[in-house]
């Protein structure tokens, strides 16, 4: 498979967009999906990569500890937050201090609790 590939050959739409979502906070959702070699890159950062200029590309830990992070945290984060800014559903108190707690980047500026 080449890195510049589409992400749908091995992500779903709902798994790219929230990967897209959890990287790029305050930015609308483009309208073809990035490329593999940059999910790679979103998942292997939540496992602890840095992606600074001279660390080259990720190696298996950081992506396969991203990975058992990111599935766990795809359904979380699709069920709440994805279907409220799409649905424009409103989420509870409580359930925004859940969010709060677990995508602390990204709900900062988005709700005040």
């Not at 990111?70 to 279907?83: K, Q």
């Amino acid at each position: 498979m080449s890195p510049q590939a589409s992400c749908l050959i091995l992500f779903d739409a709902e798994e790219w967009k929230t990967l897209y979502m959890m990287y790029n906070k305050n930015k609308k959702l483009p309208k073809y999906p990035p490329t593999l070699k940059q999910c790679v890159r979103w998942i292997a950062m939540s496992g602890g990569f840095l992606a600074r200029k001279k660390d080259g590309e990720p190696g298996n830990t950081h992506v396969w500890r991203g990975l058992k992070k990111f599935l766990f945290s795809s359904d979380f984060f699709f069920n709440f937050y994805y279907m409220k800014v799409m649905l424009g559903e409103s989420i509870p108190k409580k359930r925004q201090y859940k969010l709060y707690i677990t995508f602390p980047h990204i709900m900062k500026k988005r709700t005040h609790i």
